[in-house]
């Protein structure tokens, strides 16, 4: 058997360290330049042992209980696919591949209670046949001649920046330069001559981000009030700012400072020769003791005579003229005041903007005369007659959608009736009053708080008490309503119903024809799907009649085998005796005929 020669082997720590550095100069796709640095190893086995075990991302610890529980759950969901595991865990291929071998290994030794050596561990004279996910071995002391060349070449090859690439470039730059250095003599030597030259730069396409700032909105000049800006003091200042500040300090710089720190503190203690407990800034602590001051050598009242007499004659501060748009910002607060102020003084519905009418009617005032009506009849009218002037007065300082009369009506009617504003004090005795009136009506009609149920039936009970008369154009009571009154009202009412229902009949319909033409393909598609669920259930419940027939004939056979194995097996017995007797009957004769024959 011939000699098995594998390319490269176990990976050493000289081989490590230029692999690093080639990949940091080369980067992660010139395997094959890579690989030209390393005698024994191919781009293949580089690229590999860079991804199974030099990357810094590669997690190296322990395995805890969370990633084999999710390696075994993964494993049995997704079985050998290692890389697509190995990117759910955090770990790579092989490890995720090794890790779990060595489980299914903890697990057989734990059920057959094998305590042996472990099968997969190298025996001495085996090859390692993935030696990229093991760790480096170190380098000897007396390396051979092959890796001292190979080392110095690396070196030497590494250590080259000044390529083909980079001479270009600097020759580039030299001619940049000397171009530039040329133009500007030759303006110089114009300008001396008395020749004025312009230097006309070529428009660059597209945005030339030395010069501008790309999508900039310059604000429009002049003088803004910046007392609503809010400004981040902890903000970082971009003009001062560098990379450095952005990016951080890197861990590599914070251990040099803290390496350079206790440098100087070992210099500047062997140069005092200090001992090493004064060194440990352990002062002993001083007792402080009360602070005694002398005597005051001039009294009080000395010192109050030379302030009278050393006192300054008081400036008078000329009279500051207020900036105009301190002046416009109080008048806008003012309004905004005055605004409010009205608006508390408005009605409780255009408050809390509730529904109104967008047609004012004057059927509500009685038909009556004042002499033939009663006190609580007067004052039932005097209510309605206030009621009609606020309803004017909202319809006209605050406009209703799809009002039906026009503001100059409005206006008209609240010129023949003007409407009285009240003061706040006038409104709160006001409310006063009712407070009290209806504190009184709660003890004299004996109840107190009102449910929502209870409130509900008796708006119900009021309201159906209200009867809309369609001939006169305005509601009434019940009660005084006739029954050809009552007739018509409910006429009314009816038609409005219809009315209403045949709208909303058509709402509908364009609706449902909206959605017949958006939701058809999903009906359809629920049509079939329905149909194949159908089908599938139906095919369901033959294949259980099947599996039922097929299980009963499993039982009769099972039943039946055993009989015809015993009647065949009785057959072969009977045919083998009748052949053993028919052979003993063939010799018979046989032997007959040759006697005969002698």
């Known amino acids: 058997m011939g000699r098995v020669m594998i390319k490269g082997g176990v990976w050493r720590n000289t081989e490590d360290e230029i692999l690093k550095a080639a990949v940091m100069k080369y980067g992660k796709n010139q395997w094959s330049r890579i690989a030209s640095l390393l005698h024994r190893k191919s781009a293949k086995q580089c690229k590999a042992r ?38 759910i865990i955090g770990r790579t291929a092989a490890q995720c591949l090794e890790r779990y071998e060595t489980l299914l290994d903890q697990a057989q030794k734990k059920e057959e209670g094998d305590t042996g ?36 070449e690396a070196r030497a090859r590494l250590a080259n920046t000044q390529g083909k690439k980079a001479k270009r470039k600097a020759r580039e730059k030299q001619l940049e330069e000397a171009r530039r250095l040329a133009a500007l003599q030759k303006r110089r030597e114009l300008r001396a001559a008395g020749i004025q030259t312009f230097n006309r730069n070529r428009r660059k396409r597209g945005i030339d981000y030395n010069r501008e700032i790309p999508f900039e909105k310059k604000p429009q000049p002049g003088f ?61 602590a001083k007792k402080l003791t009360k602070l005694v001051l002398p005597e005051p050598q001039i009294s009080d009242q000395d010192i109050q005579q030379v302030l009278t007499v050393e006192k300054p004659v008081e400036v008078i501060i000329e009279p500051m003229e207020p900036d105009q748009e301190d002046i416009d910002r109080r008048k806008k607060e003012e309004e905004k005041r005055n605004q409010e102020l009205e608006f508390r003084r408005r009605s409780q519905v255009v408050q809390r903007t509730l529904p109104r ?53 409005h206006k008209n009617y609240l010129d023949k009736h003007p409407f009285e504003i009240f003061t706040d004090e006038e409104m709160e005795h006001a409310k006063e009053l009712l407070k009290k009136e209806m504190d009184i009506v709660k003890e004299g009609m004996s109840h107190g708080a009102i449910s929502l149920d209870v409130y509900s039936q008796v708006w119900e009970e009021c309201l159906d008490q209200v009867l809309f008369l369609p001939s006169q154009g305005r509601y009434t009571r019940a009660s005084l309503a006739s029954k050809k009154e009552r007739l018509e009202s409910l006429e009314k009412e009816l038609e409005q119903n219809r009315n209403h229902m ?22 359809t598609k629920a049509h079939q799907l329905t149909k194949q669920y159908n089908e599938l259930l139906n095919e369901i419940e033959k294949a259980t009649i099947e599996l039922s027939t097929f299980k009963h004939l499993q039982k009769q056979e099972e039943l039946a085998i055993p009989r015809r194995i015993q009647a065949l097996e009785d057959d072969v017995r009977r045919q083998m005796e009748r052949e053993g007797q028919l052979q003993k009957r063939y010799a018979e004769l046989k032997l007959q005929l040759q006697e005969g024959s002698m």
């Not at 529980?69 to 290692?82: F, I, N, R, S, V």
Request: aromatic share 4%; no cysteine; glycine share 2%.
């Open 50 to 87: 860079w991804f199974e075990w030099l990357d810094p991302s590669i997690k190296k610890t322990e395995w805890s209980r969370e990633e084999d529980e999710k390696l075994l759950h993964m494993a049995k969901l997704m079985p050998t696919q290692w890389r697509t595991i190995s990117t």
């Open 117 to 152: 050596d472990d099968p997969r561990k190298l025996k001495p004279g085996e090859i390692d046949p993935n030696p990229e996910t093991k760790p480096a071995r170190p380098d000897p002391k007396d390396m051979d001649e092959d890796e001292l060349e190979m080392l110095s």
């Open 224 to 284: 803004y009030d910046t007392s609503e800006d809010v400004i981040d003091p902890f903000a970082p200042d971009f003009k001062r700012l560098r990379q450095q500040n952005l990016d951080g300090e890197m861990r590599v710089e914070k251990e040099e400072k803290e390496r350079q720190k206790d440098r100087q503190k070992m210099k500047e203690k062997k140069e005092n020769q200090m001992p090493s407990s004064m060194l440990s800034n352990q002062e002993p």
């Open 357 to 409: 009418p967008t047609d004012i009617t004057i059927a509500l005032r009685s038909s009556k005369s004042d002499s033939n009506m009663s006190d609580s009849q007067k004052a039932e009218e005097l209510i309605k007659e206030e009621m009609i002037k606020m309803l004017h007065y909202d319809a006209l300082h605050s406009a209703v959608p799809n009002d039906k009369l026009s503001a100059t009506q």
């Open 502 to 523: 045949a709208r909303e009949a058509k709402k509908a319909a364009k609706l449902e024809k909206r959605l017949k033409i958006l939701l058809s393909g999903y009906q």
